[in-house]
């Protein structure tokens, strides 16, 4: 996966590293030449100087090939107005912005925008909502057994059922956070953009629900492989 970052400060730098060692290809955008300090020497993406929503200093990081963009500068506007260009004018698929005021959260969520507000946990949120196949583990029973955790899916599973990804996953979705809110979800619940999901499940089992989840669905909402003959 190719991934462009907008924002080279502590929470960008932190993604770029952790991406990079994951094999992927980097590239991050930045408007103060001297962020760039923050990334380590052996950094092997590119580093751009410019403004994040200016459309040609994203072709120059590659955004036209991008799988995902993160905006993580210091501005909620900036963020925002860089993922939207993303999305609308390039057609990437995986966006997310971080927002320093969580009350804007749900407004730019609506707008299509995953947003990520400002916790110690940032650069970890993120990564689930560039990489939807990252598991994060938020709960285990005393036998560790059984854990609860939270997963990211597709876009090719959005306006599906819950329930059809359920049965093709074999897994429970206990609930779903959506727009800052909790939500468990019926059996008419569709999956939305930006939806995160809190999977109950048997560890074991999280690895291949989490490739389930991140699979593109088929047609009838049928993961691949799981089809009829």
């Known amino acids: 996966m190719h991934i462009v970052i907008m924002g080279c400060g502590r929470v960008g730098s932190t993604i770029a590293h952790i991406l990079e060692d994951s094999g992927h290809s980097v590239a991050?955008?930045?408007q103060d030449v001297e962020a760039f300090r923050k990334l380590r020497p052996g950094f092997r993406g590119a580093k751009v100087t410019g403004v994040g929503f200016d459309?040609?200093?994203?072709?120059e990081a590659g955004i036209e090939r991008a799988d995902a963009f993160a905006a993580v500068s210091s501005g909620d506007n900036s963020n925002v107005i860089s993922a939207r260009v993303?999305?609308?004018?390039?057609?990437?698929?995986?966006?997310a912005a971080r927002i320093y005021d969580p009350r804007r959260a749900q407004v730019y969520q609506r707008l299509g925008i995953p947003t990520v507000a400002t916790v110690r946990w940032t650069a970890d949120q993120m990564l689930r909502r560039l990489l939807p196949e990252e598991v994060a583990t938020l709960w285990r029973d005393p036998t560790g057994t059984i854990v609860l955790a939270e997963l990211g899916c597709s876009e090719d599973w959005l306006s599906e059922k819950v329930s059809t990804l359920e049965?093709?996953?074999?897994?429970?979705?206990?609930f779903i956070t959506r727009l800052g809110e909790a939500l468990v979800p019926g059996q008419g619940t569709v999956l939305q953009q930006g939806d995160v999901l809190h999977?109950?499940?048997?560890?074991d089992d999280l690895n291949q629900i989490a490739?389930?989840?991140a699979k593109p669905a088929a047609p009838g909402g049928k993961a691949p492989g799981k089809g009829g003959h």
């Open 55 to 59: 459309r040609d200093v994203l072709v």
């Open 167 to 174: 049965a093709a996953a074999n897994a429970r979705i206990a």
């Open 199 to 203: 999977v109950i499940a048997r560890e």
């Open 28 to 30: 991050v955008i930045d």
């Open 211 to 213: 490739a389930v989840f």
């Open 86 to 95: 993303a999305r609308e004018s390039f057609g990437v698929k995986r966006v």
